[in-house]
């Protein structure tokens, strides 16, 4: 019997390094690392924000994108809650590597922020995530943008419309 090794994006770092990267480049500035990781998952399993509840106007602009709902694509996938929390091993070892090869400002990582330093990224890199980017249908533009309207704590936050566990935000 042959050993068959399956490999999947939400198990590479290096892969998680780059969705980081992708949605910091778009998102021009600094954001909640507990944020980020949140849009990093959504970017990962787009089709989990059919499952979260939204403000009336995103809600809308979600359509727009044409993402497929999870039984279309999916046997089974996990509640957002287990995603997130299987991520974050992954989350923090790319953290960890943009940190140490100075991508990210670590300064600003001590406040629990993710900023892109002020080196800039190698060309090659920069190229690769603005051109995911424009290919994913809007996917990125939109979670860094009208979905990032929905607050990070607090009754309406997106760990709440989301299905998330709060334990690991602080309020």
Same mark, same amino acid.
């Given at each position: 019997m042959a050993?068959?090794?399956?490999? +999947?994006?939400?198990?590479?770092?290096? +892969?998680?390094?780059?969705?980081?990267?992708?949605?910091?480049?778009?998102?021009?500035?600094?954001?909640?690392?507990e944020r980020l990781r949140i849009l990093d998952m959504f970017l990962l399993y787009p089709s989990l924000l059919h499952r979260s509840s939204m403000p009336q106007d995103v809600k809308e602009l979600f359509r727009n994108l044409d993402i497929e709902k999870p039984d279309k694509i999916f046997i089974r996938l996990p509640s957002p809650a287990a995603v997130i929390q299987d991520l974050r091993l992954y989350q923090n070892s790319?953290?960890?590597?943009?940190?140490?090869?100075?991508?990210?400002?670590?300064d600003a990582l001590k406040q629990s922020t993710m900023v892109l330093s002020d080196s800039d990224l190698p060309r090659e890199l920069r190229e690769r995530t603005e051109k995911k980017n424009l290919e994913d249908g809007g996917l990125t533009s939109f979670l860094v943008g009208p979905f990032c309207t929905i607050p990070l704590r607090g009754s309406e936050s997106v760990y709440r419309k989301a299905g998330l566990p709060t334990r690991a935000i602080a309020a």
């Open positions: 050993n068959i090794r399956v490999w +999947h994006a939400s198990r590479d770092p290096y +892969h998680c390094a780059f969705r980081l990267l992708r949605l910091l480049s778009a998102k021009k500035g600094g954001m909640e690392l790319a953290v960890a590597q943009l940190t140490a090869k100075g991508v990210i400002d670590s």
